[in-house]
């Protein structure tokens, strides 16, 4: 699959095998930073510039979880190697952790 963010906000997912569309979600209010995949290509993370971190489902777009309340604009996002955390970092030089499976700050 291919992610890419858009300064709406917008989430759009492709199949990279064939380049067909599988989902165009609404779920930033401000352009996303930051996408990544989880290690087995279930969940996208993304960031942004609304001070909100998203897990997304990788084929349907659906939101899975929103972690909101930063004090700053989030910039970037990674799993851990495992998939079983996820990190977003910040422009106020924080860095949050959030455990992928319970979805519950670390």
């Known amino acids: 699959r291919l ?3 858009e300064s709406s906000g917008s989430l759009r997912i492709w199949q990279f095998s064939d380049g067909q569309p599988l ?4 779920g930033h209010s401000a352009r996303i930073i930051s996408i990544c995949f989880s290690p087995d290509g279930r969940i996208l993370a993304t960031a942004g510039d609304d001070r909100v971190g998203r897990l997304w489902d990788a084929t349907t777009g659906e939101t899975l979880m929103q972690f ?3 004090s700053s604009e989030l910039w970037s996002v990674s799993f851990r190697a495992d998939g079983r955390q996820v990190a977003w970092g910040g422009s106020d030089n924080t860095i949050h952790f959030l455990d992928a499976s319970t979805r519950w700050p670390k």
Do not use: Y
């Open 23 to 26: 989902a165009n979600r609404r």
């Open 3 to 5: 992610a890419a963010g």
């Open 68 to 70: 909101v309340g930063q």
